[in-house]
């Protein structure tokens, strides 16, 4: 398939159908160069060649090509979730006291700066400051409240504990657990150290298609608010605040390049999910379990940069 780069100005409906279409052709050639997790033994099960790309807009019109109903593992998509639950329950002092919002430029379960440079985790993006976050939670909200939560959020009634993969992290989740009691030990994690990790190994471990994800990006990209119902679900201070953690910190120590590469606020798994906020409003969806070397999905991100290029999405963009 010859792949144009030329972008497209006032793109017709046909156009963002045709530059999805090479995103995702993109996508599955880029999947060869890419490797599944394995660390967590249940990941390594997943297809490396799996790729799909889903886009919903506003109006409820879709775009999907590929593997886009394919359940998987939420995994650290499951952080947007966390911090939207976080600022909604506790707000934004509260949480930011307690985990900080800069970019760490490690990788996304590292400790070295966490140990040498601060007690605080850097930012809500990697595992310290998600666990950091679901500690605020633990004692007062239990993980069917936050399994509802995510529901609503994501549009999707259907996510559901992927029961094999919890166990799979709850038996090899010791770097996480270290981090979880290196918090501890450091007087910054109040809650009880064990249903802590246990209620995060769940919150990891929530099934999502990249179809849940394009419609968890639309809310973002809505203002908080389902563009279906007119609910507010998110408030549009927290939404502009979580918008700009995922800018800076979503795509781990490769944010930096992919917000210049791509320019969309992003959040990636090692799951092979990425869930990204384009302007429209407009979600998008992707799935690809074959991983880059920073854990993020090399089909999904040779894609966004393709249909940011092509259909001007950069926020930077005019």
């Known amino acids: 398939m010859n792949i144009p780069k030329k972008r497209i100005k006032d793109p017709s409906r046909k156009d963002i159908e045709q530059v999805f279409l090479e995103a995702y ?3 599955r050639e880029a999947a060869k160069e890419g490797r599944v997790a394995d660390y967590i033994p249940e990941l390594a099960k997943a297809d490396p060649s799996a790729f799909g790309v889903y886009m919903l807009d506003g109006k409820g019109k879709s775009v999907f090509y590929g593997d886009v109903f394919t359940r998987f593992s939420i995994q650290s998509v499951c952080k947007v979730i966390i911090l939207a639950f976080a600022l909604k329950y506790r707000g934004f002092d509260e949480t930011f006291s307690h985990v900080m919002m800069e970019p760490s430029g490690d990788s996304f379960n590292s400790i070295l700066k966490l140990d040498m440079r601060s007690n605080l985790p850097f930012n ?11 500690s605020l939670l633990t004692e007062d909200f239990s993980f069917e409240d936050i399994l509802n939560f995510s529901r609503v959020l994501c549009m999707d009634p259907g996510i559901e504990l992927n029961e094999a993969v919890y166990k799979s992290e709850f038996e090899t989740g010791n770097r996480n657990r270290a981090i979880v009691y290196l918090l501890k030990s450091k007087g910054v994690l109040t809650a009880d150290p064990e249903k802590t990790a246990d209620l995060y190994f769940k919150l990891c471990s929530l099934s999502v298609s990249a179809e849940t994800l394009a419609s968890l ?3 973002i ?3 908080g608010v389902n ?3 007119g609910q507010q ?3 549009p ?18 944010s930096g390049e992919f917000g210049v590469k791509v320019g969309v606020p992003g959040k990636s798994g090692v799951g092979g ?8 409003p407009m979600g998008i969806g992707l799935y690809g379990p074959a991983l880059d070397p920073f854990g993020n999905s090399i089909a999904a991100v040779r894609a966004m940069e393709h249909i940011s290029e092509r259909l001007n999405l950069h926020v930077f963009d005019y």
């Open 25 to 27: 052709e993109i996508g």
């Open 124 to 134: 809500p993006m990697i595992n310290a400051g998600a666990i950091q976050t679901v």
């Open 217 to 219: 990006g639309l809310v």
């Open 221 to 223: 990209s809505n203002g």
């Open 227 to 229: 563009p279906f119902t």
């Open 233 to 235: 679900l998110i408030e």
């Open 237 to 254: 201070d927290h939404v502009r605040t979580i918008k700009s953690i995922m800018f800076t910190c979503g795509m781990y120590d490769f």
């Open 273 to 280: 999910g990425m869930v990204c906020a384009a302007r429209g």
